[in-house]
């Protein structure tokens, strides 16, 4: 199970590997009236196969990094594609609500995927480089969001919605084998005891750079989690759109991502990380703001209010990646630690986000309320990004002068 990797693993490994962990969440959204129906509950009960996943999802990704630095990457993606296929399974015979629900959040295990993938990357490329291999990983996660609740939509209408969970356990078992075959294990330091590994994790939590790009990511994401929570009851109440084009205007802020994760991919080695995650953040901040204004002084509009979204979408896309990657290079031992611990703090503000347009939106505020909350998050990401290039500032100063 250990096998050294002779080489790094193939780019479509990793990106199969994450696109499964986002399918995992969205692609059976659609078949929740009919899982409802069909197992005579509360659509309100069957919703936390959503929350409920999240929820482990976050306390996943705590557990998974420090096990991966210290047993490898390799027994842990094993082990836990192994539990979402089983989950996948039950959760497809499940006859009840309660057995659905208990093996659906259990497919949260598949979480692992996503986050280990950037430390397998990590682990076996330079940081720059790193931020272009991240990049092309990233965008896995701009067309799985797409496309996967058109695939499950299809799959319920015509076999029914255990049919989502039927794919999963053939997609699970088919990168379970992908992994087996292609990926050695990348970790050079699996020999290190738990007990080792706690005592360098007070440099991780001390490092300003892990922060500052962990909240930049954290207020990166979360405006797009807010943006996805928030655009339906702006849809429906203000605009009238259909769900239709409701769909086309939150599959563009994943278009946007997809775009400016290519553009990662291309830039990030030339330009650096750095540099990559104040443009994305900018980008981002221009945008809403623009929209913001446009609202204000002369209408609330779908278009308008949907290109603010575009441009966080695009902004995410420069700089998610390249905020990974600079996490991920700052202790190379502990990268699956900070994979899980920053990918946990993402996830646990995601949520509470996705709370709170219920409780601040309403008709006659929802359009420029909406845009002024995105735009608070994004000038936070921005300060973040600042803040880690005068850290880097900081200490090249002081090298120069101690040399």
């Known amino acids: 199970m250990l096998r050294p990797a002779s080489s790094p693993p193939t780019l479509l490994t990793l990106i199969l590997l994450t696109a499964v962990s986002v399918l995992a969440l969205n692609m059976f959204l659609p078949s929740l009236a009919n899982i409802a129906a069909d197992l005579n509950a509360d659509y309100a009960l069957v919703t936390l196969s959503v929350s409920g ?22 027994p842990v993606i094993l082990v836990t594609l192994v539990l979402f296929i089983v989950a996948s399974l039950i959760s497809a015979l499940a006859q009840n609500i309660w057995l659905f629900l208990g093996a659906r959040v259990f497919q949260a295990s598949i979480i692992s995927g996503s986050a280990l993938a950037s ?13 272009s291999r991240m990049a092309y990983v990233a965008m896995a996660m701009a067309i799985a969001p797409m496309i996967g609740p058109m695939i499950g939509g299809a799959l319920d209408e015509f ?17 379970l084998w992908l992994i087996w075959v292609d990926l050695g294990e990348t970790n050079p330091t699996t020999t290190r005891t738990f007990r080792d ?5 007070p ?3 001390a490092s300003r750079r892990f922060w500052g790009y962990s909240v930049c ?15 339906p009851l702006v849809s429906a109440t203000v605009f009238g759109l259909s769900p239709a084009v409701l769909g086309i205007g939150i599959g563009s802020i994943t278009a946007g991502f997809f775009v400016g994760s290519f553009l990662s991919g291309r830039y990030s080695a030339a330009k650096g990380v750095i540099w990559m995650v104040l443009a994305g953040r900018i980008v981002a901040l221009v945008g809403v703001a623009l929209a913001f204004l446009a609202t204000i002084l002369i209408l609330a509009d779908p278009l308008i209010y949907f290109s603010g979204a575009v441009a966080v979408g695009f902004g995410n896309g420069l700089t998610v990646p390249n905020a990974r990657a600079g996490t991920l290079a700052l202790r190379p031992s502990l990268a699956g630690s900070a994979s899980g611990l920053s990918g946990a703090l993402v996830v646990a503000i995601g949520a509470v986000l996705t709370q709170l347009p219920g ?7 929802a359009v420029w309320m909406a845009q002024v ?3 608070i998050l994004l000038v936070f990401g921005l300060l973040a990004a600042f803040y880690v290039r005068a850290v880097d500032i900081q200490e090249a100063r002081e090298a120069q002068n101690l040399s």
């Open 217 to 231: 990511m954290a207020c990166s994401v979360g405006a797009f989690f807010f943006f996805i929570a928030s655009a």
């Open 197 to 201: 590994q706690l005592s360098e994790y």
């Open 373 to 375: 909350i995105m735009l």
């Open 53 to 74: 996943f999240l929820a482990l999802n976050a306390v996943m990704l705590l557990i998974v990094g420090p096990i991966a630095d210290n047993v490898g990457r390799r």
């Open 359 to 365: 409780l601040v939106l309403t008709e006659a505020n």
């Open 119 to 131: 430390a397998i990357i990590s682990d076996t490329t330079a940081k720059d480089k790193a931020a």
């Open 203 to 205: 440099e991780l939590f």
């Open 159 to 175: 076999f029914g919605w255990r049919a989502n969970f039927w794919a999963f356990v053939i997609l699970g078992t088919l990168v």
